[in-house]
């Protein structure tokens, strides 16, 4: 089934139905089947008995008779608890027990009577007669006879008492109208008091069945609210609390039977644009019905999904192999995207709703943890989404972006800025016109405790993961606000900033603190915004950026040409420079690499910016850069990156060699 928001209420609401009346009367007679044939065994059984034991009174009473009386006695009893028994056997119903016990009780009365009435003493009997209101009392309060069989059966003892004595002429008329009456009032009274104890079972019965409908009724509720509380109201997915029990179970059967499993993370891409095009209600739509998807592709496998967040969903699965755990995430992935629902406002070329899956599968490794297998899909997800979205990545330990070693690193850049391990190096930005150093570009370099050098490339991405590069962004342009600008080594300084310091609440405000705490205008700073597919442009990036924009500060786009997002920017975000990636001019030894530069430069022209190319490595390309009328050009041909000291110092032996030259 299904689940919709819907579905979970009405859980909650749910009262089991009351049969109706009729209803009612059928399961009462159902019901009280079982006991009604043990109660009417055990009282015909005593009633037998107890019609036995009178043969005592019959002896003395009627002392002329007894043999007969005594003999009608015995046979009815045996006979009576024959066929009741045979009937036990052959589990005849309730009913016909009753109304044969019944009908045993007034041929007992009967054969007594009969006999009894042979005496030749008229006083004995006219006084013995009257036990016959016995039987009737019997039918009546003794046995749990319904109302109905009590009232024929005692009404039959009562015409044989009153037939007897009309016909029995020995007797005054006074005492038998004294007898009729006694008889009548019992038949009375005790008809009375058997309908109204008729009435209380019933109602007896009626209230243990209204406690087990609302015994039952709270434990549905009970279990609707336990099925709340571990649903997602919006997919009827698990949630989160949910999911994490279940984790826990996994996790549990992993360390001690070593049941393996895998963790599939999973992310709608770009959910927050279809959201913010669509609308809210929209969003949620597609969410339930992606969800609904998720719930299907998995079925074969032996797994389970919840929701984790906002538009993640978390697959758990017990699979033998990490290959298996690969090809589930390519049948989810896949299974998103053959739902085609449209989403026109991605900027990556695709118009559907795709999702992107990280995935973890258990593997053995000393002091493992179960947050460890999360954060590791949660890493492989990162990484998916890095590398364009709409795909699925496995966890992969040797992989260096994945391994312990970037742990470490992860570890050290949040002591990096107190311990110093992480520095500024500087690479200059020549004009081509005029041949002046206009410009640096600040590049950070981080060590190891033990002085080995990590690469940018490396650590970067771990710090935009973990979220260091707040810190260390701040950090940055302090340092190049410090010591190339306050000390006016270099007119102005480029700065690298990461989507995620956009994206952050603040990070204008920070700057312009730095800036005024150093005393440097605005103008003098640049920020190189990476063009790449991980920077969804959306409004709190470009609130960002105008917000820098108001300061002063200039916003180039960095490594164009490397991602699909570039031309989209250009439109969007006024640029004052614009950096080809170096591959394009790494590429100009051919005509086609040349005339492809040529493109792409007079693209940029046409728009306005500035015109930096990275990568310069020869004269060669320099002389290009020339003829191409290229701006500003960077690369080792121009000078590497060095601290600012050594720039410093680089820069004051090269004015010192300039008229040396002329
Ligand atoms: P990027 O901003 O494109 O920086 C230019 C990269 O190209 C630098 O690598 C630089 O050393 C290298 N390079 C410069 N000239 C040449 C050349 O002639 N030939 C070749 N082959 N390479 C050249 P680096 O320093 O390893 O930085 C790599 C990337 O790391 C940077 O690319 C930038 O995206 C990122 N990065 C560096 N520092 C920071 C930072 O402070 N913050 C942020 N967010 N990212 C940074
Ligand atoms: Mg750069
Ligand atoms: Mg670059």
Not at 31 to 51: N, P
Not at 533 to 560: A, T
């Amino acid at each position: 089934m299904k689940h919709t928001l819907a579905n979970v209420e009405i859980d909650l609401q749910h009262e089991p139905p009351r049969p109706a009346a009729g209803e009612l009367r059928a399961l009462f007679r159902e019901e009280s089947e079982g006991t009604r044939k043990r109660a009417t065994r055990q009282g015909l059984w005593i009633a037998v008995l107890a019609y036995l034991l009178y043969s005592l009174t019959d002896l003395l009473i009627v002392p002329d008779v007894a043999v007969y009386t005594i003999a009608a006695r015995f046979a009815v009893g045996i006979i009576a608890l024959a066929v009741l028994e045979v009937q036990i056997r052959t589990r005849v119903s309730a009913d016909v027990i009753d109304a044969w016990s019944a009908a045993a009780v007034i041929i007992a009365y009967a054969g007594w009577l009969y006999t009894a009435r042979m005496t030749t003493d008229t006083q004995a009997i006219s006084y013995y007669m009257v036990f016959g209101a016995i039987f009737m009392m019997s039918v009546n309060l003794f046995f749990s006879f319904q109302f109905r069989l009590a009232l024929i059966s005692s009404v039959t003892s009562m015409l044989i008492f009153l037939g007897s004595l009309y016909t029995f002429d020995p007797m005054a008329t006074l005492q038998k109208l004294t007898l009729g009456a006694f008889c009548v009032s019992c038949f009375v009274f005790t008809s009375y008091v058997n309908f109204k104890l008729n009435k209380e079972r019933y109602k007896v019965f009626l209230n243990a069945l209204e406690a087990r409908f609302q015994q039952k009724e709270a434990t549905e509720r009970g279990k609707a609210l336990l099925r709340l509380s571990n649903t997602d109201p919006l997919t009827g997915l698990e949630n989160r609390r949910a999911v994490d029990q279940r984790l826990r179970a996994c996790w549990e059967g992993w360390q001690k039977y070593g049941r393996n499993f895998a963790v599939l993370l999973i992310d709608v891409d770009f959910f927050k644009h279809y959201n913010d095009f669509y609308g809210h209600q929209e969003g949620d739509r597609c969410l339930i019905l992606v969800a609904n998807a998720l719930s299907d592709a998995i079925e074969p496998y032996n797994a389970t999904i919840g929701r984790y967040g906002g538009e993640e969903f978390i697959v758990l699965a017990r699979l033998e192999t990490r290959e298996q755990a690969g090809e589930l995430a390519e049948v989810i992935c896949r299974t998103v995207e053959d739902m085609a629902l449209p989403h026109g406002q991605r900027r990556d070329g695709t118009s559907i709703v795709t999702v992107s899956i990280g995935a973890s599968f258990t593997r053995n490794q000393s002091g493992s943890k179960l947050e460890k297998i999360i954060h590791e899909a949660d890493r492989a997800l990162y990484a998916v989404k890095a590398g364009g979205r709409n795909g699925v990545r496995l966890f992969d330990p040797n992989d260096p972006q994945s391994s312990d070693e970037s742990e470490n690193i992860a570890a050290i850049l949040k002591i990096a800025i107190e311990q110093n391990l992480v520095s500024m190096v500087y690479q200059p930005i020549r004009n081509v016109g005029t041949g002046k150093l206009d410009a640096a570009e600040a590049l950070m370099r981080l060590k190891m405790l033990d002085g080995t050098p990590v690469t940018p490339s490396l650590f970067i991405p771990i710090a935009e993961r973990t979220g260091a590069i707040l810190d260390l962004g701040r950090w940055a342009v302090r340092t190049v606000c410090r010591d190339m600008l306050a000390t006016n080594v270099v007119p102005v300084a480029s700065v690298n900033v990461s989507p995620i310091q956009l994206k952050a609440p603040g990070f204008a405000a920070s700057v312009a603190a730095i800036l005024g705490e150093t005393g440097v205008a605005g103008n003098r700073l640049a920020f190189e915004i990476t063009e790449g597919l991980e920077m969804e442009m959306n409004s709190d990036i470009l609130r960002c950026i105008s917000d820098l924009k108001m300061l002063g500060i200039r916003i180039w786009l960095d490594d164009f040409g490397t991602g699909f997002a570039g031309l989209s920017w250009l439109r969007l975000i006024d640029f004052d420079t614009v950096k080809i990636d170096r591959s394009f001019l790494h590429d100009c030894g051919s005509e086609r690499g040349k005339a492809m530069l040529q493109d792409i430069i007079g693209l940029i022209r046409n728009r306005g910016p500035k015109i930096l190319v990275e990568g310069v490595e020869t004269e060669a390309q320099l002389a290009l850069m020339h003829r191409f009328r290229i701006d500003h050009v960077q690369g080792y041909h121009v000078g590497r990156p060095q601290a600012a000291a050594d720039f410093q110092s680089t820069l004051l032996a090269n004015r010192a060699l300039k008229p040396a030259r002329r």
